[in-house]
């Protein structure tokens, strides 16, 4: 998780010095709807992938989904660590079914 928590530091400064010629920054700009929009696009882009058990394509579209997800978590003024922490609670809730 060490590189996702990585990814995520880089696009919060990109958040805030905003460098021109950054994606991440042209997307923050772009809004959040944008931001939504390419979540929608890359999540299609996986499916896609996976019906055609696309191993190399799965985890290309996989890593481009995580990377627009954890901009969405920028905007939204979240963080993986949300994530990781629902998650936890899924996880000790199933084991106590």
Known sequence: MDTLNELFATIKDRQQKMPEGSYTAELLK??????????????????IAGMKQAKKEIAYEMADLW????????????????????LQNRFKSNETK
């Open 67 to 86: 990377y627009h997800c954890l901009v969405l978590l920028a905007v939204s003024d979240l963080t993986p660590e949300t994530i990781y922490q629902e």
């Open 30 to 47: 772009s809004g959040i709807d944008r931001i939504c929009q390419k979540v929608g696009e890359e999540g299609v882009e996986t499916v």
